[in-house]
């Protein structure tokens, strides 16, 4: 049931039209006495036209609800995307009774092409007709675009419940302030706004920033965080255990979603989770992370099998990071494959069995010290296949 | 001939069989009374060892050969790389009665593994041997690894000669001080070392520095340019004639060189020429113009045929780079994909086709204006293939 497993929660799922494939493709999310909500959004400079309607009335507060369409991206599109996005969420808005600054937007699919707006006003009143309470799964399926399959997540501590789905399989990337992505998540515990903002902050954003498909980062990215109230439970504040419980449930849903979401990177047949310890800072340490990540020989040897330390050296060493070469050690695996800045010869008399075999495990972990700092951070990334290319070059605009 | 088309240099190349391949694995380029050497090096931290005594002797003055292996990178390779550098250099200076520290070395191939010193001594004197002013073609070939042929350019001003060759197909990015390859350029005209120095600065850096193929950067990359002064003309300074043809013959070369390793690039089908104009600063313009050419969804969409205007926003709008959305143009070939930040309905309906061809061309060029400012740049790039991924998921360590 995903978002809409905690309570105070309605959604659905439709088929438009908007998408050639004829898939679901517009789905509606409503928390019925919304207290609060939070948002990630993209850092793009050509932040899409929803993004930048729900940026603006995320700050403003009050907004309770969310229409996503896959299909159209509404970005790129001037001041006629923006007008698509302010009349698209008013029509839902008005369906449901709700301040048009209540509906927030999310558009994901082709860049530059308008929305499908007749098709979209058309479906409306069946959309906002079949919202329930057990929507949530048709509601991540009409997010989708090239995903194989919906990702939904929950998780439950004390009285609260924490539901969320996510959809997006390329153009991730962890250089920005979130991961390219739609995400939703949602809570019926009581948590009032600056709290929520807090939450989607301190728990939301370094997790979805973690995650790294190509290191492209689309103009749509927006991750929400709503908020019900409708559990019994006191009010979640810092400082309390309420606050613990609804931190860990979120912590779960977003550590479920990464990983779903990682699984089903375009092409992708491996999981690289990248540790990076020692640095002077954490950013310093992302550096690091993200130059082993989104190495295209890296990603490539993760592809062929091939445990390839001089790549990883490499990586490293490109980063830009400062740390002393000779403090470099890294693993993959529980195979040591860097000593002191070197390739032991250890590891090329007897390691590389071990490490062939780490490398080919599903999950493969590559763990970089690069020194004693205090600096440690993870990234989570795939392998490039064939599949990759073929996906983003036939993908046609 | 390459680099011996310029006067006073001898070359050659033999099979010492340090590779597993058995093709030419060792090269010697000497200048018969070498007045100047300047170089250009790696920024990556994890600099190999030839390149750290490389740079070093080119800073003390007085390098006028540079014995080359490919095989092994020697990178990575700890205190017995240095050593290995070292002991190989001062064998080949005593076979042509050089100071040792007149003797460079670059290495190429697979980081970690020691340099196969056996073979490398052993054929050092077959080597010295058969140094010749006809031997720039078998160096060239001594140098390459997967490169499918030998990169060779020359050029004649006035009474001056410049030559050159490179290797290199993958790994090479933009994003540091040179790209990632071996180069080596001769000139026969009488330049001072300061003044060579500033040559290879002002014209063979950002030469090469324009190059990206992978966003990778090695731990090897070298470009050197000897000077032999065997011409006859006057010496070679700034804001004299001699100064201006030597400085077009060198640009010749590079550029020539340039597009050699682009079209060679592992896996490349398209070459991609990206134009940045408009930037605050060039380095502003250098963000987008690599966002845009290591774009992995650009370079898919360039492989696929695909006109992608998206995709070309998207990078743009994620370079980090700072401009106002709106005043964002660009061009795929003469066709315009963004006006003022916008995918503009005339391209929808009646551009896609021509863009399309445009991206089905050998030489792709897309041009991006970001604004009124005085920054701009070039960057050549390359698609991204089957094969690219093909070539590095089975080169194995």
Not at 40 to 64: C, D, K
Not at 242 to 266: C, N
Not at 310 to 338: E, H, K, M, T
Not at 385 to 395: G, L, Q, R
Request: net charge negative; aromatic share 4%; proline share 5%.
């Amino acid at each position: 049931m995903s978002v809409t497993f905690a309570r105070g929660f309605r959604a659905a799922g439709v088929t438009a039209g908007m998408k050639p494939s004829g898939r679901p493709d517009l789905g509606l999310l409503v928390a019925d006495e919304g207290r609060s909500a939070a948002g990630l959004f993209t850092t793009n400079a050509f932040a899409a036209a929803p993004v930048r309607l729900s940026r603006h009335r995320v700050a403003r507060g009050g907004a309770r609800a969310v229409l996503v369409n896959s299909g159209q991206a509404n970005a790129g599109t001037g001041l006629s995307g923006d007008n698509d996005a302010e009349r698209s969420t008013a029509a839902a808005a008005e369906l449901l009774g709700l301040e048009p600054d209540a509906m927030l937007a999310c558009s994901t699919g082709v860049i530059g092409e308008p929305l499908h707006m007749d098709q979209l006003l058309a479906a409306l009143p069946g959309l906002a007709g079949s919202l329930s309470p057990e929507g949530g799964e048709s509601f991540a399926e009409a997010i989708m675009t090239t995903d194989t399959k919906p990702k939904q997540a929950r998780a439950e501590r004390g009285p609260y419940r924490v539901g969320g789905c996510a959809k997006g399989v390329g153009m991730i990337a962890p250089d920005l302030h979130l991961a390219t992505m739609l995400a939703f998540v949602t809570t019926d515990a009581p948590v009032p706004s600056a709290e929520l903002r807090k939450l989607a902050a301190d728990v939301l954003e370094p997790k979805f920033e973690s995650l790294t498909v190509d290191g492209c980062t689309s103009t749509n990215d927006t991750v929400l965080l709503f908020a019900s109230g409708a559990a019994d439970g006191d009010l979640v504040v810092p400082g309390t255990s309420p606050w613990e419980d609804v931190s860990a449930a979120l912590d779960e849903v977003g550590t479920s979603l990464l990983l779903q979401l990682a699984a089903d990177a375009e092409g992708a047949g491996h999981v690289v989770l990248v540790e990076v310890s020692g640095a002077e800072s954490v950013s310093e340490a992302r550096m690091v992370a993200k130059a082993v990540a989104d190495s295209l020989l890296v990603k490539t040897a993760v592809f062929g099998g091939d445990p390839n330390p001089g790549r990883i050296l490499q990586a490293v060493g490109s980063s830009g990071a400062s740390f002393l070469p000779q403090l470099v050690d890294a693993f993959i695996g529980d195979v040591q494959v860097i000593a002191g800045g070197e390739i032991p010869a250890a590891y090329r008399e007897a390691g590389v069995e071990e490490a062939r075999a780490a490398v080919k495990e599903r999950e493969v972990v590559i763990g970089v010290s690069v020194g004693n700092g205090p600096g440690h951070t993870q990234v989570l990334g795939v392998d490039l296949s064939y599949d990759y290319v073929k996906i983003n070059a036939e993908y046609s605009t």
